[in-house]
């Protein structure tokens, strides 16, 4: 499966933006899927994700609770990222990701074996 992500942009502070992960070459039906970002200088973080085994769940990081949405189009080969609220410190190239990973194991990078190339997002003040 090979990704595509897309949707970044420059906004304003407290502005929105969607961003969308597409899958060419298979579809996202039988693995997790997730959005990472990383800001100049700084490691690649968790910021999302939509596990298909077991019990589908969607997790976020702490930091976008409550003002980012991960979703998925009812065809299984997009899955999107709503951000809303963004603040300056969201500022970041997003990846999307998809994998298998082990249980628990969500949010580190490792888990995740198929990378996107990335959007940047810039949030100013």
């Known amino acids: 499966v090979q990704l595509q992500a897309s949707g970044g942009g420059l906004v304003q502070a407290g502005g929105s933006l969607r961003l969308s992960c597409a899958a060419s070459?298979?579809?996202?039906?039988?693995?997790?899927v997730a959005w990472f970002r990383q800001a100049p200088g700084k490691e690649r973080e968790f910021v999302a994700a939509?596990?298909?085994?077991?019990?589908?769940?969607?997790l976020y990081s702490e930091s976008v609770k409550g003002r980012f949405t991960i979703s998925r189009a009812n065809a299984g080969n997009t899955v999107y990222l709503q951000t809303n609220s963004l603040k300056p410190e969201d500022t970041a190239v997003y990846y999307c990701?998809?994998?298998?990973?082990?249980?628990?194991?969500?949010?580190?990078?490792?888990?995740?074996?198929?990378w996107g190339q990335g959007t940047l997002v810039t949030v100013s003040s």
């Open positions: 990701a998809v994998g298998r990973p082990p249980f628990g194991r969500w949010t580190e990078v490792e888990s995740w074996t198929n």
């Open positions: 070459g298979g579809t996202f039906s039988s693995y997790s």
């Open positions: 939509f596990t298909y085994g077991g019990g589908r769940s969607k």
